[in-house]
């Protein structure tokens, strides 16, 4: 079993973050910022599919696990991902039992599911099919977002379908689907997020959420939550900007030659 893997399963508390911008040199600035992982946002990032590889790849430099979160259910995306190298995948808007059984039949090896074998850059381009084989299964971290009324509702039977890893909470999605958007919807996401994670933990499973600052990461912790993808290159890049140009004009007002 990997490393990231353990540490996913066995719930110890780990800290990412989305890489959205489609260049390795993104991806190393990241990697080299203490995060315990990236996750390749492949879902709502312009990346291509060939650029997934390449950002694998920087991650892997680091040594710092790369996940990627596909656009979908598509078994092929799932494959796509994983033959780069990628540690993981996180499939979105999971909402039934099916769709979660589906996620790990695609992410695991026969006989535990129904994966091609490709001599992609995970297996050596062909020359190491056996040996990435033999240790896939245990490796690949396979983690399922809910964020929809239906997955809300079903979530007792998608916590129990076995070979799940991460039940991981998409706050922003939820609250458009459960139609708690904004300060008059935060008591009913909130419910809505704990009960998530709630029943994530009862059945033994890793439970994950999107914090988008990290005051927010605690009051999740508190429940049982472990997985936290913090912002995004995007976000960190604006925010870092916007600070320092706030600090450059204060600056300047300071000396009168605003």
Known sequence: MSE?????????????SFAAIPHPVAVE??????LDFVCIDWEHAQVSRDMIETMVRAADVHRVPAMVRVPGHAP????????????????PRVSTAAQAA???????????????????RAAGYGYRIPEYLAGAN??????????TSEGLANIEVIAAVDGVDVIFVG?????????????????????AIRRIIGVTVAHGRTSGIFCAKPQDVAQWAAIGASFFVLASDTMFLGAGAAAGASAARAELAREGRS
């Open 4 to 16: 990231f893997r353990q540490k996913c399963i066995g719930k110890t508390s780990l800290v990412g």
């Open 76 to 91: 092929e995306a799932i494959q796509a991902a994983l033959d780069s190298g990628a540690q993981g995948v996180l499939i």
């Open 29 to 34: 600035v990241m990697a080299q910022s203490g």
């Open 102 to 120: 589906m996620a790990v039949k695609a992410s695991r090896y026969p006989p535990q599911g129904e994966r091609g074998v490709g001599p992609g």
């Open 138 to 147: 245990d490796r690949i971290v396979v983690a399922v977002q809910v964020e």
């Open 171 to 191: 706050p922003g999605d939820l609250s458009v689907s459960i139609d708690a958007i904004g300060p008059k919807g935060a008591d009913k996401l909130t419910y």
